[in-house]
Nanobody, 120 residues
Framework: QVQLVESGGGLVQPGGSLRLSCTAS????????MGWYRRAPGKQRELVAD???????NYADSVKGRFTISRDNAKNTVYLQMNSLKPEDTAVYYC??????????????WGQGTQVTISS
């Protein structure tokens, strides 16, 4: 059993910044990839960024240069620093993790989501 809990969402003005956090807990042996997805109003869920345990990051073109993903492996935590936020960044942001449990079962887990609203 593994749980992901996100935090850090909220309301911010265009051009502002926000930092999201997601912590995994439970019967974890290791975590390979952690990432952030979002679902904007009227759109399908999309990948925002992800990062491997070794620190290799991947970003959606729409957020390159503005967002930075990072992780603390010791804390099983992934972060998303969001700068220069735009109204189109408004979405529910979901944490995702590719996890190996203590019995070495591979599980893909999702958090409950955290609302990010960019509005003036």
């Amino acid at each position: 059993q593994v749980q992901l809990v996100e935090s850090g969402g909220g309301l911010v003005q265009p051009g502002g910044s926000l930092r999201l956090s997601c912590t995994a807990s439970g019967s974890i042996f290791s975590i390979y990839t952690m990432g952030w997805y979002r679902r904007a109003p009227g759109k399908q869920r999309e990948l925002v960024a992800d990062i491997t345990s070794g620190g290799r990051a991947n970003y959606a073109d729409s957020v390159k240069g503005r967002f930075t993903i990072s992780r603390d492996n010791a804390k099983n935590t992934v972060y998303l620093q969001m700068n220069s936020l735009k109204p189109e960044d408004t979405a529910v942001y979901y944490c995702n993790a590719d996890i190996f449990t203590i019995v070495r079962v591979r599980v893909n887990c999702w958090g409950q989501g955290t609302q990010v609203t960019i509005s003036s």
